[in-house]
T-cell receptor, first 114, second 113 residues
Framework: QKEVEQNSGPLSVPEGAIASLNCTYSDRGSQSFFWYRQYSGKSPELIMFIYSNGDKEDGRFTAQLNKASQYVSLLIRDSQPSDSATYLCAVPLYSNFGNEKLTFGTGTRLTIIP | EADIYQTPRYLVIGTGKKITLECSQTMGHDKMYWYQQDPGMELHLIHYSYGVNSTEKGDLSSESTVSRIRTEHFPLTLESARPSHTSQYLC????????????FGDGTRLSIL
C-alpha cells in the first residue's frame, strides 16, 4: 500500500460540473495536507492546504479532510477547461526518528470537457 | 510569494559531459529538495537537505550528487551525463519547522544526446 494514494485517472468532467479528487494517506499522525496543481510541462503549484477536519473553501476550490478515515479530497466547482491538469496530494509523513517528509501522491489527471 | 530559481530552463548536451543544475531561493528556507519527473509520470525525490552541510539521498536512486554550502543554493551535479538522465529536474524549498508546503522552481528540462 502506498503511503499517499490517488487514482491516476484520467478523470473527465463536463465544463460547469463539480470535479471531485480523492486522496488517502497511511500516517495517522499527519496534521496538514496540501493540494498542488501541475499543468503539463510545468512545475507543481500549491493551490490549497488544510489542517483541520472538515471543509475549507477558497473560491471554486473546497478541500475536505476526514482524519478518522484518513482521506482528503478536493472539489472544484464550476469546472473550467483551464482546470485541466494533474492534481497532486501531498501529506507530511513521519519517520521513526520523528522527521517529517512531505510525500506526494502520483497525481490524478483531470480533463474538463467543453 | 515563493522565490526559487532554476537555471538553465532547458539543456541539451552530449553524453559524457559534466552538468550542474542550479537552484537558488531567496526565502531563507532551510529545507531544499530535488525531484526528477518524466513526462506524465510521478515526482521522484532524489536528494534533499535540511540545512547547510546537510544532504541526504531520496527515494529514487540517482547518479547525481548535491551540495549545500550556502542556505540559498542547492546545486545538482551529474559527473558524466548519459541518455538515461534525460528528464525534468525540479527544485523545491520549504521552511524547517512545522508541516510547511514546498515551493517549486520552474524546473530544468534536460536532454542528453
Amino acid at each position: 500500500q502506498k503511503e499517499v494514494e490517488q487514482n491516476s485517472g484520467p478523470l473527465s468532467v463536463p465544463e460547469g460540473a463539480i470535479a471531485s479528487l480523492n486522496c488517502t494517506y497511511s500516517d495517522r499522525g499527519s496534521q496538514s495536507f496540501f493540494w498542488y496543481r501541475q499543468y503539463s510541462g510545468k512545475s507543481p503549484e500549491l493551490i490549497m492546504f488544510i489542517y483541520s477536519n472538515g471543509d475549507k473553501e477558497d473560491g471554486r476550490f473546497t478541500a475536505q479532510l476526514n482524519k478518522a478515515s484518513q482521506y482528503v479530497s478536493l472539489l472544484i466547482r464550476d469546472s473550467q477547461p483551464s482546470d485541466s491538469a494533474t492534481y497532486l496530494c501531498a501529506v507530511p509523513l513521519y519517520s521513526n526518528f520523528g522527521n517529517e517528509k512531505l510525500t506526494f501522491g502520483t497525481g490524478t489527471r483531470l480533463t474538463i470537457i467543453p | 510569494e515563493a522565490d526559487i530559481y532554476q537555471t538553465p530552463r532547458y539543456l541539451v548536451i552530449g553524453t559524457g559531459k559534466k552538468i550542474t543544475l542550479e537552484c537558488s531561493q531567496t526565502m531563507g528556507h532551510d529545507k531544499m529538495y530535488w525531484y526528477q519527473q518524466d513526462p506524465g509520470m510521478e515526482l521522484h525525490l532524489i536528494h534533499y537537505s535540511y540545512g547547510v552541510n546537510s544532504t541526504e539521498k531520496g527515494d529514487l536512486s540517482s547518479e547525481s550528487t548535491v551540495s549545500r554550502i550556502r542556505t540559498e543554493h542547492f546545486p545538482l551535479t551529474l559527473e558524466s551525463a548519459r541518455p538515461s538522465h534525460t528528464s525534468q529536474y525540479l527544485c523545491a524549498s520549504s521552511e524547517l519547522f512545522g508541516d510547511q508546503p514546498q515551493h517549486f522552481g520552474d524546473g530544468t528540462r534536460l536532454s542528453i544526446l
